[in-house]
Protein backbone atom coordinates (compact mmCIF):
# COMPACT_ATOMS: atom_id res chain seq x y z
CA UNK A 1 0.00 0.00 0.00
CA UNK A 2 1.40 3.51 -1.28
CA UNK A 3 -0.07 7.04 -0.29
CA UNK A 4 0.72 9.64 -1.28
CA UNK A 5 -0.27 12.97 0.55
CA UNK A 6 -0.38 16.65 -0.23
CA UNK A 7 -0.12 19.62 2.35
CA UNK A 8 0.21 23.46 1.59
CA UNK A 9 -2.86 24.61 -0.97
CA UNK A 10 -4.72 27.42 0.09
CA UNK A 11 -6.04 31.08 -0.65
CA UNK A 12 -3.68 33.56 -1.82
CA UNK A 13 -3.52 37.01 -3.37
CA UNK A 14 -2.01 37.66 -6.94
CA UNK A 15 1.94 37.57 -6.52
CA UNK A 16 2.06 35.99 -3.69
CA UNK A 17 4.15 32.67 -2.71
CA UNK A 18 2.66 29.25 -1.28
CA UNK A 19 4.62 25.67 -0.97
CA UNK A 20 3.21 22.68 -1.29
CA UNK A 21 4.47 19.65 0.19
CA UNK A 22 3.62 15.74 -0.56
CA UNK A 23 5.17 13.01 1.38
CA UNK A 24 5.18 9.30 0.00
CA UNK A 25 5.08 6.34 2.41
CA UNK A 26 4.60 3.04 2.49
CA UNK A 27 6.03 -0.26 0.98
CA UNK A 28 8.04 1.42 -1.19
CA UNK A 29 11.29 0.35 -2.49
CA UNK A 30 12.37 3.19 -5.39
CA UNK A 31 11.37 6.08 -6.50
CA UNK A 32 11.84 7.39 -10.04
CA UNK A 33 10.53 10.63 -11.28
CA UNK A 34 8.20 13.03 -9.04
CA UNK A 35 6.03 15.71 -10.04
CA UNK A 36 3.00 18.54 -9.81
CA UNK A 37 0.15 18.27 -12.22
CA UNK A 38 -2.89 20.66 -11.87
CA UNK A 39 -6.32 20.51 -12.80
CA UNK A 40 -8.76 23.84 -13.22
CA UNK A 41 -12.10 23.51 -13.62
CA UNK A 42 -13.21 22.79 -17.09
CA UNK A 43 -10.07 21.86 -17.83
CA UNK A 44 -7.36 18.78 -18.24
CA UNK A 45 -5.42 18.07 -16.02
CA UNK A 46 -1.58 19.29 -17.21
CA UNK A 47 1.82 19.10 -15.91
CA UNK A 48 3.46 21.91 -13.85
CA UNK A 49 7.06 20.51 -12.82
CA UNK A 50 8.44 17.28 -12.60
CA UNK A 51 12.08 16.12 -11.13
CA UNK A 52 13.91 12.95 -11.39
CA UNK A 53 15.69 11.27 -8.64
CA UNK A 54 19.20 12.92 -9.67
CA UNK A 55 17.54 16.03 -9.51
CA UNK A 56 16.78 16.83 -12.77
CA UNK A 57 13.78 19.28 -13.75
CA UNK A 58 10.87 19.66 -15.98
CA UNK A 59 8.55 22.37 -16.24
CA UNK A 60 6.06 24.25 -17.95
CA UNK A 61 6.51 27.25 -19.67
CA UNK A 62 3.51 28.93 -18.28
CA UNK A 63 5.20 28.52 -14.67
CA UNK A 64 8.86 28.97 -15.66
CA UNK A 65 11.15 31.74 -13.47
CA UNK A 66 8.51 31.53 -10.76
CA UNK A 67 7.88 27.87 -9.93
CA UNK A 68 10.80 25.44 -8.03
CA UNK A 69 10.28 21.89 -8.14
CA UNK A 70 12.95 20.20 -5.10
CA UNK A 71 13.06 16.63 -3.40
CA UNK A 72 14.18 14.79 -0.53
CA UNK A 73 14.83 11.54 -1.16
CA UNK A 74 15.36 10.77 2.14
CA UNK A 75 11.99 11.67 3.39
CA UNK A 76 10.12 10.92 -0.23
CA UNK A 77 8.90 14.29 -0.30
CA UNK A 78 8.54 16.28 -3.56
CA UNK A 79 7.95 20.27 -3.16
CA UNK A 80 6.60 23.07 -4.73
CA UNK A 81 7.51 26.86 -4.31
CA UNK A 82 5.05 28.76 -5.81
CA UNK A 83 6.25 32.80 -6.75
CA UNK A 84 4.53 35.27 -8.74
CA UNK A 85 0.99 33.24 -8.30
CA UNK A 86 -1.04 34.55 -10.82
CA UNK A 87 -5.09 33.79 -10.95
CA UNK A 88 -4.49 31.54 -13.86
CA UNK A 89 -2.71 29.15 -11.16
CA UNK A 90 -6.06 28.54 -9.83
CA UNK A 91 -6.35 24.76 -10.07
CA UNK A 92 -6.50 21.07 -7.89
CA UNK A 93 -2.40 20.62 -7.36
CA UNK A 94 -1.54 16.67 -7.42
CA UNK A 95 1.54 15.00 -6.29
CA UNK A 96 2.76 12.09 -8.96
CA UNK A 97 5.03 9.73 -8.19
CA UNK A 98 6.59 6.72 -10.60
CA UNK A 99 7.91 4.27 -7.67
CA UNK A 100 8.22 0.95 -7.67
CA UNK A 101 7.24 -1.60 -4.32
CA UNK A 102 9.91 -3.97 -4.42
CA UNK A 103 13.18 -5.14 -6.68
CA UNK A 104 10.76 -7.43 -9.03
CA UNK A 105 7.84 -5.20 -10.12
CA UNK A 106 8.03 -2.21 -12.49
CA UNK A 107 7.63 0.91 -11.47
CA UNK A 108 3.71 2.46 -11.74
CA UNK A 109 2.23 5.95 -11.17
CA UNK A 110 0.64 7.04 -8.30
CA UNK A 111 -1.77 10.08 -7.31
CA UNK A 112 -2.16 12.05 -4.05
CA UNK A 113 -5.44 12.85 -3.19
CA UNK A 114 -4.71 16.96 -4.41
CA UNK A 115 -4.68 20.42 -3.05
CA UNK A 116 -6.77 23.31 -3.73
CA UNK A 117 -4.50 26.20 -4.55
CA UNK A 118 -7.01 29.83 -5.15
CA UNK A 119 -4.92 32.79 -6.33
CA UNK A 120 -7.25 35.89 -5.72
CA UNK A 121 -7.19 38.82 -8.42
Known amino acids: QVQLVESGGGLVQAGGSLTLSCAAS????????MGWYRQAPGKQRELVAT???????NYAESVKGRFTISRDNAKNTVYLLMNSLKPEDTAVYYC???????????????WGQGTQVTVSS
Open 26 to 33: GSIFSINA
Open 96 to 110: NAELSMDYFNPAYDY
Open 51 to 57: ITSGGST
